[in-house]
């Protein structure tokens, strides 16, 4: 969990953005980026490196996946018919982890691959541990009853820096959210500006 955390604040660093909004980004206190070079002058982006960063971006927004990952996930929202980019973000906001982060039942994305993996979540009346299990409207998730006394979970739902999108209704009393929609990118509530068109760019020409 450690090493997760330190990685979640260099990506920020790398970015320059507070990419989860979080109160304890190092961004908050210093925008330029790390190492003894940080705060050297920047040239200007070309194309390439500005369409590279806005797919670092979304894939560290998601919990740091691997290229591989999403490159997977990518190929998908490429089929499925309609506008690629909102398919993307479509399939990444279907990923149980991230239904878990946006319903508050944890602090981070981070935390939420981990509480997905220990067992503490239920689809439907049935465990899943695996964080990339893709949610389908309708579906009913919930955290299983042991574990629904955890002091992390309850400090969770009462963070003030993020609330509960619309496409998710989620019951805290009960630790429930059901899966409304799928969302379009307009609907998802990212503290900062995600780009998927330019990652379809990116994925088009590399």
Known sequence: MTKRTAAKYKIDRRMGENIWGR???????????PGQHGQRRKGKISDFGI?????????????DLTEKQFRRIYGEAER???????????????????VVYRAKFVATVFAARQFVN????????KRVNIPSYRVKEGDVIE??????????LL??????????????????????????RTPNLGD?????????????EFYAKN
Do not use: C, W
Not at 51 to 63: E, F
Not at 188 to 200: K, R
């Open 118 to 125: 220990h067992g503490h979540v239920l689809v439907n009346g």
């Open 143 to 152: 955290v299983r009853e042991k574990s629904k006394q955890m002091a992390a």
């Open 23 to 33: 109160p304890k980004s190092p961004v908050n206190r210093r925008e330029y980026g």
């Open 51 to 63: 369409q590279l960063r806005a797919k670092q971006k979304l894939k560290g927004y998601y919990g």
């Open 80 to 98: 499925v018919k309609g506008d690629t980019g909102e398919n993307l973000i479509g399939l990444l906001e279907r990923r149980l982890d991230a």
């Open 188 to 200: 998802v509530p990212y503290p900062v500006v995600m780009e998927p068109n330019l990652v379809v």
């Open 155 to 180: 400090e969770a739902t009462q963070l003030p820096e993020r609330d509960v999108p619309d496409y998710l209704d989620t019951d805290h009393s009960k630790f429930t959210a059901t899966f409304v």
